[in-house]
């Protein structure tokens, strides 16, 4: 199975948006609604925030927001905030019950 | 609040068997709700998706993975288990378990993380 692909780095200033693309195939992505995206800082666990294409769990800010079109999914931050500033992961559910994962982007807040 | 915990050897030789465990603490491994599931991160690297196993035994793997790996449960001790045979310096990574809800890629806890060392 092929990783998801995303861009390797975006930045954006405090305040401004800035979206995180994800693109797979109809193998997994475009498949399901099964679209599920992570915050990692190093050293740290990552952290789901964003599951099921559009859901967020309890707890994560409302400035984190998914969407899906097709064989491609975004994930939006808004009012970017210094703590934002980490790797971000994708992954999708695929029709051969497994899980992929994109490669990771990073993110700098200037 | 449910929390998870990997244990087992930083370092194994290559060739050898890398065996870890997650223990669960603060919900049942029973549930029917919650697949446990393995995923690691080479240094420097994304994350890899490696299995996951419901309590009942079933399991899921990453075909890259599945002729080397093996998972179980034990509901006794709340715990479930990976085993990888013939490692090589590129199972080096951090190794997470986690607890995926519905099985559909939703891992909503997730352990600290264990560094394994594959030395040669």
């Known amino acids: 199975q092929s990783a998801l692909t995303q861009p390797a780095s975006v930045s954006g200033s405090p305040g401004q948006s800035i979206t995180i693309s994800c693109t797979g195939t109809?193998?997994?992505?475009?498949?399901?609604?099964?679209v599920s995206w992570y915050q990692k800082h190093p050293g740290k666990a990552p952290k789901v925030m964003i599951y099921d294409v559009t859901n967020r769990p309890s707890g994560v800010s409302s400035r984190f927001s998914g969407s899906k079109s097709g064989n491609a999914a975004s994930l939006t931050i808004s009012g970017l905030q210094a703590e934002d500033e980490a790797e971000y992961y994708c992954?999708?559910?695929?029709?051969?019950?497994?899980?992929?994962f994109g490669g990771g982007t990073k993110l700098t807040v200037l | 609040q449910v929390q998870l915990q990997e244990s087992g050897p930083g370092l194994v030789e290559a060739s050898q068997t890398l065996s870890l465990t997650c223990t669960v603490s603060g919900g049942s491994i029973t549930s029917n709700t919650y697949y446990w599931t393995w995923i690691r991160q080479h240094p420097g690297k994304g994350l890899e998706w490696i299995g996951y196993i419901y309590y009942t035994g079933s399991t899921y793997h990453n075909p890259s993975l599945k002729s080397r790996m093996t998972m179980s449960v034990d509901t006794t001790n709340n715990q479930f288990s990976l085993k990888l045979t013939s490692v090589t310096a590129a199972d080096t990574a951090v190794y997470y378990c986690?607890?995926?809800?519905?099985?559909?890629?939703?891992?909503?806890?997730w352990g600290l993380g264990t560094l394994v060392t594959v030395s040669s």
């Open positions: 992954s999708s559910y695929t029709t051969s019950t497994t899980l992929v």
């Open positions: 109809s193998s997994d992505v475009g498949a399901y609604n099964y």
């Open positions: 986690a607890r995926d809800r519905g099985g559909y890629g939703n891992p909503d806890s």
